[in-house]
């Protein structure tokens, strides 16, 4: 219900906002009705906005601030206006006692452009005419009485700076006659047909101007750009780690060569190959120089910060063969690659990527799990004191000799073996994996079995390994057997999957003479700069 008051000193007024929008709203309104109290938001308060409030003012970083009823209370307040303020009003507002008309100046047609930075999306969408309206403020978000709406047109080359300049000014305008017609019963006309269909956006974050390459043409890119530049963080790509910030770009007619993402230079200018066309690159946050002939991505390469820790390198992964022509903008690091077909001859005559050999997963079905008969010499443990946990890490740095690794010669064997020492020791540790099978031959420490609970019904074996002074006894089939036997007993295992590569032998005899079966089969590269 509207509040209708016979003049315009019957209305007492607070302004809610922390920007140049609230401000000019407030300097427009206020030698025509009465403001009696001004809340600043401390969250990305513009600095001058404060400098410029000549009525009692607070500011504030949260609605819950008991003092914000008082002061309401006290100067008799009874119509809020909030313009771009950044805390939303919560159920305590709404209350009987402290309810209170409260207008909001929202940067878009509702319920179209409903939620955070409606002006921005609106030109992201390259929309040649922008909307903002005034909704009289609920429970729920931008879902409120539509009370005025205005539409104004913008030229292409307009960018977020303009088009906040050109809505400051008509949402005075509006803001104007919304209070006249609602509150001092003027015979206003305002538009109040809602735009369709409903559509809610998230507020922006400054990771969110990253360009997608796959999704936007030149167009696209543009419109993301001036809807941008100036006022928020740039649009950018990736060159390896490093972001790439778009600070002036220019759209032209040059057809692109389909290399989507390549940096090239013609005539000492440098252009951004897109879907339809080339981009110009006036001037970026990087060394132009230095990307030249190069890809421009959309995604980092997934780092892997375990690896990186043991290995003293960068290193990434990814499952992806399309991303290879960026691993050269990866600078001193190891990329693990693995892909269901084989990439190319042409790919592989980098000398940086080396192929190394088939990954097999195994898969088994708890169901067809036998049953295990203890041996006389052979015992388990699945919480190892201290010394042989030490015994345990030994063995592992010791005995791998077909991971991936191991396979690539680049590497030492003395970091192959560190791998594989750090993965049990992390488990020690409460960091990696869920349980351990050690096993004793004639009280010795021959072998021990590392499992992963990946999913509530799939375990993973992380690790088997038995010590090679103790080969050829049938212990690796004993360790395989307990600690499938142990699973068996587990109410919610289903199936148990292992990975090993082709090249080991002993290994895959080993799977199927369990009668695992093959789940899928991967080639494996690594790319190291």
């Known amino acids: 219900m509207v509040h209708k008051l016979s003049k315009k000193t019957d209305l007492k007024v607070a302004f809610f906002f922390n920007s140049i929008r609230g401000l000019t709203a407030l300097n427009f309104v206020r030698n025509k009705i009465n403001v009696k109290y001004v809340f600043l938001g401390k969250k990305n308060l513009v600095e001058k906005v404060a400098k410029n409030i ?62 955070g930075s409606p002006l921005i999306w609106q030109k992201i969408e390259g929309r040649k005419t922008i909307g903002i309206s005034i ?63 409903s559509k809610y956006y998230s507020q922006r974050k400054p990771e969110d101007s990253l360009v997608n390459l796959e999704t936007m043409n030149s167009k696209k890119v543009y419109n993301f750009y001036k809807a941008l530049v100036p006022r928020y963080e740039e649009p950018f790509l990736y060159f390896g780690e490093n972001k790439v910030s778009l600070k002036k770009i220019e759209i032209t007619s040059k057809k ?19 879907q339809d066309k080339k981009m110009r690159l006036v001037q970026t946050s990087f060394d132009l120089k230095k990307i030249q002939n190069k890809f421009l991505t959309s995604e980092k390469l997934l780092e892997d910060i375990w690896l990186k820790k043991v290995l003293k390198i960068n290193c990434y992964k990814s499952e992806n063969e399309k ?142 390994c038995i010590d090679k002074k103790f080969a050829r006894k049938g212990l690796a089939t004993d360790l395989l057997r307990f600690s499938l036997g142990d699973l068996k007993k587990k109410k919610d295992s289903k199936k148990i999957i292992v990975s090993t590569q082709e090249k080991n032998i002993a290994s895959t005899r080993l799977y199927d003479s369990f009668n695992f079966s093959t789940k899928s089969r991967f080639f494996l590269y690594h790319y190291i700069s």
């Open 323 to 464: 991303y290879i022509n960026t691993f050269k903008n990866y600078e001193k690091s190891l990329i693990f690659l693995k892909t269901e077909k084989a990439i190319s001859k042409k790919e592989l005559a980098d000398s940086n990527l080396r192929y190394l050999g088939m990954n097999i997963t195994y898969l088994l079905d708890v169901k067809l799990i036998g049953n295990y008969t203890k041996k006389k010499d052979i015992t388990y443990k699945t919480n190892p004191n201290k010394p042989e946990r030490k015994a345990v890490a030994d063995i592992a740095y010791k005995n791998f000799n077909y991971s991936r690794f191991h396979l690539d010669n680049r590497l030492s064997s003395s970091k192959s073996n560190l791998i594989k020492k750090k993965t049990i020791e992390n488990y020690f540790l409460g960091q990696r994996g869920d349980k351990v099978f050690v096993q004793f031959y004639q009280k010795k420490i021959s072998g021990f079995c590392l499992l992963k609970y990946e999913d509530y019904n799939v375990t993973r074996i992380e690790l088997i």
């Open 135 to 197: 909704i009289k403020v609920d429970q729920n978000i931008d879902s409120g009485k539509l009370m005025g709406i205005k539409f104004f047109k913008i030229k292409e080359e307009d960018n977020i700076k303009a088009i906040q300049d050109k809505s400051i000014k008509l949402f005075c305008v509006l803001l104007w006659k919304v209070i006249q017609k609602y509150y001092l019963k003027k015979k206003i006309k305002l538009n109040t047909k809602k735009l369709f269909p």
């Open 256 to 274: 692109t060569n389909k290399k989507i993402g390549l940096v090239e230079k013609y005539k000492d200018k440098y252009f951004l190959n897109l």
């Open 54 to 115: 000549t009525e009692k003012f607070s500011i504030i970083s949260s609605l819950k601030d008991p003092n914000i009823f008082k002061i309401l209370k006290r100067e008799k307040i009874n119509l809020i206006i909030s313009a771009g303020f950044p805390y939303i009003f919560g159920k305590k507002f709404f209350k009987k006692r402290n309810k209170i008309d409260i207008l909001n100046l929202h940067g878009g047609p509702v319920p179209r452009f409903k939620g």
